[in-house]
């Protein structure tokens, strides 16, 4: 049996927010993106380009949210 999907954990959500959860599977050409808490409701489906771009942005602190609570 292979395991698709792999619980990912970024700690959204701030300084003593609920830790918010997604599970990820990397299919080939694409990745797949879905709730933890709601494993039977529909993913998100990317393109791995897509999903690369993604991730460079997050490690580069472009989602970084600001003091007031935007995400800039």
Do not use: H, I, N, Y
């Not at 990912?8 to 080939?28: D, I, Q």
């Not at 990745?31 to 993913?43: F, I, L």
Request: aromatic share 10%.
């Amino acid at each position: 049996m292979v395991r698709l999907w792999s619980e990912e954990s970024a700690g959204f959500g701030g300084k003593g927010a609920s830790k918010e959860c997604v599970e990820v599977a990397f299919l080939g050409d694409a990745v797949g993106v879905r709730d933890s808490k709601r494993p039977a409701e529909p993913a998100l489906v990317f393109a791995a380009v897509q999903w690369d771009v993604f991730v460079t942005a997050v490690g580069a602190g472009r989602f970084d949210s600001a003091e007031s609570g935007s995400v800039g």
